[in-house]
């Protein structure tokens, strides 16, 4: 989308401009993986395998902390 496209349209650019801005996160990483972990092992509980397959915790590597360089 850009002001070259003959669809282009400002007010729904800058809609879809601040709904994603909206959708980053704020918070710290290790709240948000805190937070998923304790939602795993709520729907782990509440559907089992059929819902979460096999794991019996969030899979390592779910977050990603940066490279290791």
Avoid at 28 to 37: G, H, I, P, R
């Amino acid at each position: 989308m850009s002001a070259n496209d003959p669809s282009f349209d400002e007010a729904t650019f800058e809609a879809l401009r601040r709904r994603f801005r909206e959708g980053i996160p704020e918070r710290q990483l290790t709240s948000e993986e805190a937070d998923a972990k304790i939602l795993f092992q709520f729907l782990r509980e509440l559907g089992g395998t059929k819902l979460v397959g096999a794991g019996t915790e969030l899979a390592p590597g779910t977050f990603w902390h940066g490279s290791a360089q």
